[in-house]
């Protein structure tokens, strides 16, 4: 009987339909161009690099700027307040050596001893409700809902929702949902679904679904990698750029409203405690007349006319 020839090349031709069969679906491809895969990471290494120093960059910025305009807006309260508390302690020692001068002179006149009495009391910074108490209150940045506390709040950046609080929070990268915080995760491949995370997936040989992925494993061809990439690339880049300026331009009106309100609350402030200053003046004044018949006089302090 002749020898069954067939035999061993049926049995090796089997053999290599199983071992088809058991090899991955995405075998990789021996012929994939990995000179430009390469070129696609390090492609995306690069665009990342820049754009994170960009973003140090400008936390830096506005950072710095932020402490600008604390030190700068303090300092502008600092010198009104200054002003003010000199001018009360100049009028509280005018004052009282008046009364003295007063008390000496008409101190012995029953007529006069109830409007003197009067006269004490309302230069009194500690008497309640006095024309110089309300003067001393209205300065007094511990002082509940004075001016110089509306003020004080307003520049606390650690009080809920002042002026300097929203304005701090919107430049703080670790406050939930900040413009700050929002640039920061939109530019961090770590972070789920931001555009650089979702590019960094796309560039990525290793990242499952991604064109190179496919390309590199055979499942799509080199043209239609390129065109799906360059349509992922495309359309990240542009929401990167897009939602870069968007949280640029919210933290840019954040400290253009925080300046103009408090340059409103300054003004505000000055004219408040000027026409304070003015009313107790005037009322003491007017009581000094009834003493000896000749009143105060004074010019202003915060505000020329």
């Known amino acids: 009987m002749r020898p069954n020839i067939h035999k061993p090349l049926l049995t090796i031709f089997c053999l290599m339909v199983a071992l088809v069969m058991v090899l991955p679906s995405g075998a990789a491809n021996a012929a ?14 690069a665009y990342n690099k820049k754009i994170t120093v960009s973003y140090n960059k400008y936390q830096q910025q506005i950072d710095a700027s932020y402490k600008e305009y604390l030190k700068q807006y303090t300092a502008r ?75 004080a709040v307003a520049l606390n950046e650690n009080f809920l929702n002042s002026e300097t609080w929203e304005y701090h929070k919107d ?15 939109a530019v961090n491949e770590n972070f789920v679904n931001s555009p650089m995370q979702t590019l960094k997936a796309a560039s990525n040989k290793d990242y499952v679904n991604s064109p ?24 990240q880049t542009a929401k990167l750029t897009e939602d870069i300026t968007t949280y640029k331009q919210a933290i840019a009106n954040r400290a253009a409203v925080t300046r103009k309100n408090l340059d409103a609350l300054h003004e505000k402030s000055v ?8 009313e107790t003046l005037q009322s003491i004044s007017d009581l000094r007349a009834k003493v000896c018949g ?8 915060l505000k020329t006319q």
């Open 32 to 45: 994939a161009d990995t000179k430009w895969i390469n070129q696609v990471w390090n492609d995306y290494t």
């Open 77 to 151: 309260m600092n010198d009104l307040e200054s002003k003010v508390l000199a001018d009360q302690k100049q009028w509280n020692d005018q004052l009282q050596a008046d009364l003295d001068m007063l008390q000496k002179k008409y101190g012995d006149n029953q007529t006069k001893a109830g409007d003197l009495r009067t006269y004490e009391h309302a230069i009194n910074p500690k008497y309640l409700n006095s024309p110089m108490n309300c003067y001393v209150t209205k300065a007094n940045r511990n002082f509940l809902n004075s001016t110089m506390w509306e003020y």
């Open 171 to 185: 430049i703080n990268s670790n406050y939930l949902n900040s413009p700050a915080f929002k640039y920061k995760n």
């Open 212 to 235: 190179i992925w496919k390309y590199k494993l055979g499942k799509i061809s080199k043209t239609k990698a390129m065109q799906d990439y360059t349509k992922i690339y495309k359309e």
């Open 271 to 278: 004219n408040d405690l000027e026409k304070q200053r003015e």
């Open 294 to 301: 000749e009143g105060l006089s004074w010019q202003p302090l």
